[in-house]
């Protein structure tokens, strides 16, 4: 079974609007953390927001918020105002806090490509 | 502080050959992570190294292989390419820390890797 779900490969935004970028998540470890990245055209992978599997609160930073859903396993990634500089390749990761082959590998999603129009 | 470092950040090989990528990781992250990204299968795990081990291996075969030295740089060697190992690998790094669920991995640039 996939442990990173995006179900869509792609979004269209205006310029200042807001966007939702859906994840879903599957594990059976009490303990593991959620990631958003972002991938410009250039390749880099950058990191945007964190969310623990034992945070109370949505985590947030500037413009990037984390709908986190945990009876759903669900960790919506949602960009305020969004500018034509995040048009890029977004994607969702976690990382388990359990022990053997699963210990601290990323697992990613397909991603979901964001295109912001003016 | 400057982030994460990779060279070279193109390459082209035929087939057989082998490549060393390396990857110099934030200064203080004893933790470096290397990921291969492909169109098909989008980002998979390869390994991840701490303190100079190998404590994580994803499902490639032994032609991948890896180090870390004393300095936590870390190089990736892939032997005798494939047409398939055409991609890009990108290298992380973190602290590295106990709990590794906020640990944050942070990227490089990555390596793009053609094989012809």
């Known amino acids: 079974a996939q442990k990173i779900t995006q179900t869509q490969p792609g979004m269209f935004v205006q310029e200042k609007e807001a966007v939702t970028l859906d994840c879903t998540y599957d594990t059976s470890d009490p303990s593991y953390g959620l990631f958003w990245y972002k991938q410009p055209s250039s390749g880099e992978m950058i990191f945007l927001i964190y969310q623990g599997s034992y945070d109370q609160q949505n985590a947030t930073e500037g413009r990037y918020s984390l709908n986190f859903q945990k009876a759903r396993k669900s960790a919506n990634l949602v960009i305020s105002a969004s500018q034509l500089g995040d048009s890029a390749m977004y994607f969702c990761a976690m990382r388990e806090g359990g022990r053997g082959s699963t210990l601290g590998r990323l697992y990613f999603g397909r991603g979901t490509q964001l295109t912001v129009w003016p | 502080k400057a982030g994460v470092t990779q060279t070279p950040r193109y390459l082209i090989k035929t087939r057989g050959q082998q490549v060393t990528l390396s990857c110099s990781p934030i200064s203080g992250h004893r933790s470096v992570s290397w990921y291969q990204q492909t169109p098909g299968q989008g980002l998979q795990f390869l390994f991840e190294y701490f303190s100079e081990t190998q404590r994580n291996k994803g499902n490639f075969p032994g032609r991948f292989s890896g180090r870390q030295f004393s300095n936590s740089r870390s190089e990736m060697n892939v032997s005798t390419l494939e047409l398939g190992d055409s991609a890009l690998y990108l290298c992380?790094?973190?602290?590295?820390?106990?709990?590794?669920?906020?640990?944050?991995?942070?990227f490089g640039p990555g390596t793009r890797l053609t094989v012809l």
């Open positions: 992380a790094s973190s602290l590295g820390g106990p709990s590794v669920t906020t640990d944050t991995q942070y």
